[in-house]
Each structure stands twice: as structure tokens, then as C-alpha cells.
């Protein structure tokens, strides 16, 4: 290993920010070849979860076009790695039974790439770290140059954002949001209408709106936006 891969790793294994580890790894896998890096964690799994922790550097517009199409249900990546940690690389026949999700992912270039998971001995903790690139096809030689590494890199991750989601339930059950609720709050934070959040959620507008008066009362804040502020500084959304 040469002395700069030596010197980044050592950072990352005494990084203690989320955000800073994220930065490191996404700055040493660029390095080695990768335009995007991401890495998700989750309390519960992808299509049905609790809370989430979610860095990427992926196009703008990605991450809102996955949730609101509901591709968590239907990845064959996710279902794969709901089984197992060994990666899995992308290819059009591993979404051979999602090609709607296969072209919007060449559309977007992110093409060739390969996932992996992380999986907390306990099961409360589950993370998906993904490298990916829009030109050259991943062969078998490098994948599994860069394995080790991209292990070494998920877990450490893993670990920081277990912490955090941890944290967070502890505020949670603080300020006793329930999970309807975090939903609620988790799309008016992307800037979704009542009405907005209740289509996405089938809701009615006027229950949505019960959940936002709820959510103002537990927190103490006296509208909306105010609401969406706290539960984001206290890392619930």
C-alpha cells in the first residue's frame, strides 16, 4: 500500500464526524478510479425503516426520484444485500426484472458499480455502501483491488452512523415523535405541500396536517418550519 492510501486510511479509522469520514472516503475512492460514492444506513431496512443516515455525491435529483417511485421495494441490489454482505456488481442483468430503474441509472451514469452490505450483528442497524462511475466497466481485478478498502471503509461508517441513528432514537423517544410522524416532518423538509405529503404517504391533507400540529406541540415550536428545524438539529429527520 503506498504511503498516501496508508495515511487516508489511518485518518478514517480515527475520524469520529460522519460527515468528515464520508468526505475521506468519498476523496480516496474518487482517487481510485470511482466518480460517485455513497453509503446509507438504516434503522429497520431500506423500504421500511425508522430512521435513516444518507451521504452520496450522486446526480442532483437522484435520491427524490428513488424515494418517490419507491424503487427501495423493487431493487434487486437491495434484495440482494437484505441476504447477504458479499458485494454484488450492477449489470442489466441483475435489473433484469427493473429496467425502469436500470435506464434511469445509465441515464444518470451511474453505470457501472458494485454494493455491498453492513449488517449489525444485533439487526438493528443495517448500511448499504455503494462506488460507482459513469465510463468502463469494473473488472474482476479491480474490484477486488479495491474490496478490502471499500470494507474497511463501510464499516468504519458503519459504525459512526450507528451512533448517530442511536442518538437519534434517543431523542426520539425524548420528544416522543412517532414514526408517522418523522414521515410527515421528513417530507415537509424536502419542501412537500400537506397536500404533497399526503399523496406520498395515502393521506388526506387534513390528517398530515394533525400530524404537523402534533409534531409543533411535542417540540415546542410554534409552526411548520420551525418544526422541521428542531427535528433535523436533534438528527431525528
Known amino acids: 500500500m503506498d504511503k498516501w492510501k496508508d495515511l487516508q486510511l489511518r485518518k478514517l479509522s480515527c475520524e469520529k464526524d460522519l ?6 472516503t468519498l476523496n480516496f475512492f474518487n482517487n481510485q478510479g470511482f466518480e ?3 453509503f446509507a444506513a438504516y434503522l429497520g431496512t431500506p423500504d421500511k425503516h425508522t430512521g435513516k443516515v444518507n451521504l452520496n455525491n450522486y446526480p442532483y435529483g437522484w435520491d427524490r426520484f428513488y424515494e418517490q417511485n419507491g424503487h427501495a421495494s423493487n431493487d434487486p441490489v437491495i434484495a440482494h444485500c437484505n441476504q447477504s ?4 456488481l450492477w449489470d442489466e442483468q441483475v435489473f433484469a426484472r427493473a ?3 436500470w435506464r434511469e441509472l445509465n441515464r444518470q451514469g451511474l453505470k457501472y458499480g458494485w454494493t455491498q452490505a ?3 450483528e444485533l439487526g438493528a442497524h443495517y448500511s448499504l455502501f455503494s462506488l460507482a462511475r459513469t465510463h468502463r466497466a469494473i473488472d474482476i481485478e479491480e474490484h ?17 452512523a450507528s451512533k448517530k441513528l442511536s442518538e437519534s432514537i434517543a431523542d426520539t423517544r425524548k420528544y416522543h415523535l412517532s414514526p408517522r410522524e418523522i414521515e410527515v416532518l421528513r417530507w415537509s423538509a424536502e419542501g412537500k405541500t400537506a397536500s404533497e405529503v399526503g399523496r406520498i404517504l395515502c393521506l388526506s391533507e387534513r390528517t398530515v396536517n394533525f400530524h404537523v400540529c402534533s409534531c409543533m406541540r411535542k417540540l415546542n415550536v ?3 418550519i420551525s418544526a422541521v428545524a428542531k427535528a433535523a438539529h436533534i438528527h431525528v429527520i
Not at 19 to 24: E, G, I, K, M, V
Open 19 to 24: 460527515q468528515t469520514a464520508y468526505r475521506l
Open 36 to 38: 460517485y460514492c455513497a
Open 85 to 88: 454482505p458479499l458485494p454484488i
Open 99 to 101: 429496467p425502469k430503474l
Open 118 to 120: 453492513v449488517h449489525d
Open 144 to 160: 477486488y483491488g479495491n474490496l478490502g478498502y471499500a470494507i474497511f471503509a463501510s464499516r468504519r461508517l458503519h459504525a459512526l
Open 222 to 224: 410554534s409552526n411548520k
